[in-house]
T-cell receptor
């Protein structure tokens, strides 16, 4: 598989529940990013990993959000105590070299009811 | 990173060239211009990037003005599959996150 894989594609959850999303990157890519996209807006940066190290977090990443990338391979994004405002598309992207384009996954669409 | 300004929407007839403009008047000398597009319900797709010179690949051409304050993405023969939101991003390369700042982009509609 040469692409970025995200699971699940869709998630509907009740307010207050915890959810976890997974991203499987392109194996050679050591940089991994999470973005969030709401309707009508462009993607917004959440956090960035280089290998297993989480090097940057956006102000959008509240304390209810946590991301991990154990062993520098796949990554997970967990949202605790979900709120309706968390409803969005969560996108994962990876790239290898500083100049290269990012490869995005198809995203996980979260709906909090 | 410098800000970019793009038209909200554009139409293009199928088979004709689509020319998507982008203004980035505050771009600095070491900032690159990147273009991505996002087809409905998919993640963004990288198209092309450049610094000073015009660039061409199998997807598109990128024309950057000499003063680098604006650029144009050209899809030479637009097809219905090119209907998407196109994002112009100015990116400063540094040793940090290198994250991308997307705006709202240009919604291109290719008309049969």
């Amino acid at each position: 598989d040469t692409g970025v894989s995200q699971n699940p594609r869709h998630k509907i959850t009740k307010r207050g529940q915890n959810v976890t999303f997974r991203c499987d990157p392109i194996s050679e890519h050591n940089r991994l990013y999470w973005y969030r996209q709401t309707l009508g807006q462009g993607p917004e940066f959440l956090t960035y990993f280089q290998n297993e190290a989480q090097l940057e977090k956006s102000r959008l990443l509240s304390d209810r959000f946590s991301a991990e990338r154990p062993k520098g391979s796949f990554s997970t994004l967990e949202i605790q105590r979900t709120e309706q405002g968390d409803s969005a598309m969560y996108l994962c992207a990876t790239h290898e070299a500083p100049l290269g384009g990012y490869t995005f996954g198809s995203g996980t669409r979260l709906t909090v009811v | 990173d410098a800000k970019t300004t793009q038209p909200t929407s554009m139409d293009c007839a199928e088979g004709r060239a689509a020319n998507l403009p982008c203004n980035h008047s505050t771009i600095s000398g070491n900032e690159y211009v990147y273009w991505y597009r996002q087809i409905h319900s998919q993640g963004p797709q990288y198209i092309i990037h450049g610094l000073k010179n015009n660039e061409t690949n199998e997807m598109a051409s990128l024309i950057i003005t000499e003063d680098r304050k604006s650029s144009t993405l050209i899809l030479p023969h637009a097809t219905l599959r090119d209907t998407a939101v196109y994002y112009c991003i100015v990116r400063h390369l540094q040793t940090g996150a290198n994250n991308l700042f997307f705006g709202t982009g240009t919604r291109l509609t290719v008309i049969p």
